[in-house]
């Protein structure tokens, strides 16, 4: 590969009047030289030297992506509208910003720190962090993270630095209203579907919960369906799930995923949705449109949630501080087919 210096020597040109011209610094360099030496870049189909370039300004244009994961769904991970769309998300505004985006999938937060001490990044946004994973990533990573749904107390908020955000949506209220308008519609006997109680599925669960103790009606533990979602054990939580709904009317998702894999389990067991069953999912993904009946769900944006913690990222990488260390969107019901009136 040629070099700068070579380039210098054929063109007659000092070695930094190149440098200056490759790297776009071009106001002290004559409109002559600039087309001369450009002319002659793309005759030899000159390719700079990123990582030398990045290493002398200490900068390697990249921005870490964590997901954490229980491992039984690392192997579809990327299959899950949610994460499909926050990525998306995450890489335009990235891309757009001359960077670019390394993922990495794990379950172990010791992993985690390893690859964020290790990982020459810019910054990071970080996807499903707790409390204390989200604290331990900061202190070992020491630069911009970025977080999407981790559940952050408001204790521990003071112990994080200036360059540190959550994008975060308004969980618990959100499936308050889902309920409420479950029971709005007659439905009394309401199921809680889901893989896991932690973090964003536990603040849907106290939504779940108060409304409808607000309501006058008393929830059980029988009323949470908690299945494991690797694929054989999910298949046999499916089916356990769909026997137990002859005793519902009526059940809330997690995910608009899990909403639609109960809804087509149920049309295989002979179970209508929503004239025997009524279905309510979570983040209005694509999958909830074109779902047959087309699925009421609660409405965010995961891509617009991927947006606007690499914004955030890119703004802490260009010096500015964070204002506040949470932003919570707010969420919406979107009233499809999958609910049945039965007052």
Known sequence: MITIKEIAQHLGVSPTTVSNVVRGKTKEVSKENIEKIQDYLKKVNYIPN????????????????????????????????????????????????????????????EEILDYVTTWNVDGMILFCMLNDDAIRVQQQFKKPIACVDAYISKEVEDKFGDKFINIALDDEEGVYNCISYLIDNGHRKIGFYSDNIEGVNAARLRGYKRALMDHGIKPTKDDIFKFDPSLKMHDISLNKMIDK??????????????????????????????????????????????????????????????????????EFINGENAEEHQIILKSHLVIRDSVKNIK
């Open 245 to 314: 709904a002859k005793d519902y009317t009526a059940v809330f998702c997690t995910s608009d995923m899990y909403a639609v894999e109960l809804m087509n389990g149920c049309i295989l067991k002979g179970i209508n949705v929503p004239d025997d069953l009524s279905i309510i999912g979570v983040d209005d993904t694509l999958i909830s449109k074109v779902a047959r009946p087309q699925l009421t769900t609660l409405h965010q944006s995961p891509k617009e949630k991927g947006k606007l913690a690499a914004v955030k990222i890119m």
């Open 50 to 109: 990123m990582t030398a370039r990045n290493l002398a300004q200490q900068k390697s244009n990249i921005i870490g992506v964590v997901l954490k994961v229980r491992k039984e769904r690392t192997t579809h991970i990327f299959t899950d509208p949610f994460v499909a769309e926050m990525l998306g998300g995450i890489e335009e505004v990235v891309r757009k910003a001359g960077y670019s985006m390394m993922v990495r999938i794990s379950d172990d937060i």
